[in-house]
């Protein structure tokens, strides 16, 4: 079939998983209809792209009445009567009617609504799920990096890293992972629980626990004690997101972690005691976005993965400039951090050309929309963030890629057989 014309679009205003206002966007052929929900980051970086807010006193300035309208009446008018299989045409339509760098006109929230449920309602009138309708020929189930020790941004203790996984190994399938990633989780409740007290185990954003802790040993200590517990040390790595942004001054171009202040040179050696202390395979953003230096010397340096996001916000052109500088040898991917649905696959695609790994990833501030398992399928990337095995948001893409793994005869999760690093 080559063309499946848009009959209808409407969007509206909804709530994300932090009761904050985002938007919801139907989109109809008369063959299908679907939705797609746009998710919001805390730990935002600056070269994204420009969610529309309303400001003034409603929801506290972050209602998105403005995105929906220019959805609903700009976009609308737009673009029924367009072939739906043609997304990179519906997305340089948004694009150009924007008519800026960052999407600040109509809204990256308002332009990735359309974006996403569009390539939805392609799949959905074909016949296809998502995954099958971007990559026919996908088969990788990916690992998932669990969010389960909370710091930063996403909680309210001492922590300075923001985020600390576990990445589940050598098993034979995703089912399995899922399992095991769980029960460490839960696992790791009763440590914790032990130790700091009933207020250790209250999660933050991304369903992970925020312990009273301040050093930033301490959660890789718990995660190792709950690992050992229920005998996984050869089925989990350490994954970090140290999101920099959140403790690193612009004036003194130092980063400080609990009383003490770091240089980029020196806070390399932090991560590269960790590193041999831990089996910690992947570390995001571990410097400041503009600090290209330490990026570049890190990922010379350290034989683990290091993971562009705040540098390169999903954008094929700072992705081209950090791979000229060599920084970083993966890619974060958020869709809503570019906003359309053609920028984050040709931002995919650049990554895999020059041999970077991809991670798809969610935020903190996510919906029940699952299109991210999805995406992260049909890249085959191998890799995708999704928070703890806690809270719904979260939970609904680790079941989506349950049952993605069960319904494609030739899926292989990527983390069946995994080599340590040397």
């Not at 420009?50 to 959805?71: C, F, P, Q, S, T």
């Amino acid at each position: 079939m080559d063309e499946i014309i848009i009959t209808n679009i409407k969007a509206r205003e909804v709530l994300d998983s932090r009761g904050n206002p985002t938007i919801e966007c139907d989109v109809k052929t008369d063959l299908a209809f679907e939705s797609a929900l746009v998710p919001s980051g805390a730990s935002v970086g600056e070269k994204e792209a420009i969610e529309l807010r309303d400001g003034g006193k409603r929801y506290h300035g972050k209602g998105v009445e403005k995105a929906v309208k220019n959805v609903n009446e700009k976009i609308a008018p737009l673009l029924i009567g367009e072939n739906i299989l043609d997304q990179k045409k519906i997305d340089s339509l948004m694009l150009k009617a924007d008519n800026t760098e960052n999407k600040s006109h109509l809204g990256a929230n308002a332009i990735l609504s359309v974006s996403l449920a569009c390539a939805r309602t392609a799949a959905s009138s074909l016949r296809l799920p998502l995954y099958k309708y971007l990559n026919p020929n996908s088969s990788v189930i990916p690992i998932p990096l669990m969010n389960i020790i909370n710091g930063g941004a996403h909680a309210g203790n001492s922590l300075e890293f923001q985020e600390f996984m576990i990445m589940p190994v050598n098993v034979e399938t995703f089912k399995e992972a899922l399992r095991v990633g769980s029960e460490t989780y839960h696992e790791l409740k009763i440590v914790l629980k032990e130790k700091y007290g009933k207020s250790a185990i209250n999660v933050g954003d991304e369903g992970g626990f925020a312990p009273p802790m301040k050093d930033i040993e301490e959660p890789f200590e718990m995660i190792v004690k709950a690992e050992e517990n229920l005998g996984y040390e050869k089925n989990l790595m350490f994954a970090i997101d140290a999101a920099p942004s959140y403790f690193y001054d612009k004036k003194t171009g130092k980063y400080t972690i609990g009383s003490k202040k770091y240089t980029n040179m020196e806070l390399l050696e932090v991560y590269r005691e960790l590193v041999s202390k831990y089996n910690i395979l992947s570390i995001e953003d571990p410097f400041y976005e503009e600090d290209y230096e330490g990026f570049a010397a890190i990922t010379k340096e350290l034989n683990i993965q290091i993971v562009g996001d705040d540098i390169f916000v999903t954008d094929p052109e700072l992705l081209k400039i950090g791979i000229k500088k060599g920084v970083c040898n993966a890619l974060l991917l958020k869709i809503n951090q570019i906003g359309t649905m053609t920028e984050a696959m040709e931002a995919a695609e650049l990554a895999f050309r020059n041999k970077y790994n991809v991670v798809v990833s969610h935020r903190s501030g996510e919906t029940e929309d699952t299109s991210i398992a999805d995406i992260s399928v049909a890249l085959d990337a191998g890799q995708i963030k999704t928070g703890a095995t806690c809270r719904g948001e979260r939970v609904a893409k680790y079941n989506r890629l349950l049952k993605i793994e069960e319904e494609n005869e030739h899926s292989i999760y990527a983390g069946k057989k995994f080599k340590y690093p040397t």
